[in-house]
């Protein structure tokens, strides 16, 4: 198997495959694999099958680092009694499957409701929860390779942020002391948030962000960001000279959307990433902690070929950084799944 190490190789290698119809290598750590958060989605069922077949090929891939997002509010409060039922049978089942296959899986906490009007009530809840959904699960499966995210992306003050997440991370730690435990920041897991926030008191703890950046690339043409997303048709990465950019697009005349357009050969280079990627790794390094980039990715919106070029970008800063990263997803309005790729470390 062909190991990809240099950017400038990827790009040739990528025209040759073209030229060729040989399936390009899409270098990886870890994958999201998504569907227990989408608890919206009534025709949404809770079968092992398919998430054994997304594990199954990761591991194929030498995949061992899966993060599995889960609607915990719902599953353990709103559901009605036959889902809980299949929840808990099916966590069960795949925690069992990631042990047997040695993958380090993060559970995280999507959908929680935390908000800064909300929050004093709503962490006791988040607590709580985390709480009942560990005594669904057989406890010979708390191996050292379960992780918790406890607060996918939380957006309240960083000073309310400061009082929640000693709460839950006390709660959790009190019952189950040798669970790990990961914590991002406010305003959505920003790394310049968590750059900013000192690391807190407690051990078995993994700090995470998330990277899209530059989000005119990563969310371009995704209905629920907004006008100053909708301009389709941008490359990765930008090249002076020879990127050909598309036309802004209309709906995001007078937003910020135009600002970032203006702003793209700048933001959405190589070096670009490496360098915002580096302003969490000296946090990293200053505070001697571990850190995760939990979610990076990129619409299918954007072109096949800059979708990899960007993915394989960051992991390949990532890894240089010895930062461990996870896609975001395997499978939906993100998933690599469909690029038909082979995927290698």
């Known amino acids: 198997m062909i190991k990809i190490k240099d950017v400038g190789f990827i790009r040739f290698y990528f025209t040759i495959s073209l030229i060729l119809g ?19 989605n009534s025709d949404n069922e809770l079968g092992f099958k398919s998430f054994k077949t997304d594990f199954k090929q990761l591991n ?33 089942k795949i925690l069992s499957y990631a042990a047997k296959k040695k993958v380090h899986l993060i559970l995280s906490n999507f959908n929680h409701d935390l908000s800064e009007t ?7 809840k988040i607590a709580n929860n985390w709480i009942e ?31 929640s997440a000693p709460i839950i991370i006390e709660a959790i730690q009190n ?31 993994i700090y995470s962000f998330h990277f899209y950046e530059p ?20 490359p990765f990465p930008y090249k002076d000279s020879i990127t050909v950019m598309p036309r802004l697009s209309d709906k995001a005349l007078k937003t910020d959307g135009e600002i970032n357009f203006r702003d793209y050969p700048q933001t959405g280079t190589y070096q670009a ?9 000296e946090w990293k390094l200053k505070n001697g902690v571990e850190v995760w980039c939990t979610e990076y ?26 930062i461990p990263g996870f896609i975001w997803e395997y499978e939906g309005n993100f998933g690599i799944k469909n690029l038909n790729l082979k995927i290698i470390n």
């Open 133 to 163: 959904f560990l005594k669904l699960i057989n406890e010979n499966l708390y191996a050292e390779s379960v992780y918790l995210d406890i607060v996918n992306e939380p957006l309240v003050y960083p000073n309310s942020w400061e009082e």
């Open 297 to 322: 990715g990129v619409t299918e919106n954007a072109d096949e070929e800059s979708r990899i070029e960007y993915i394989n970008q960051v992991t390949a800063t990532l890894k240089e950084l010895n």
């Open 22 to 40: 040989i399936n390009f290598m899409l270098k990886a750590q870890g994958v999201n694999i998504t569907g227990l958060e989408r608890t919206w």
């Open 60 to 92: 194929d891939y030498k995949i061992d680092r899966v993060r599995l997002p889960i609607d915990l509010d719902f599953y353990l409060n709103d559901a009605s009694n036959s889902e809980k039922k299949s929840f808990s049978k099916l966590i069960n």
């Open 273 to 281: 990433i490496k360098d915002k990627l580096s302003i969490i790794n």
């Open 118 to 124: 909300n929050y004093k009530q709503q962490t006791l």
């Open 215 to 234: 989000y005119i690339f990563t969310h371009q043409g995704t209905a629920w960001t907004g006008n100053q997303y909708a301009t389709t048709g941008i």
């Open 175 to 205: 019952k189950y002391p040798n669970l790990k435990l990961v914590v991002g920041a406010t305003n959505a897991n920003s790394m310049y948030e968590l750059s900013r926030m000192q690391p807190l008191k407690y051990t078995n703890l």
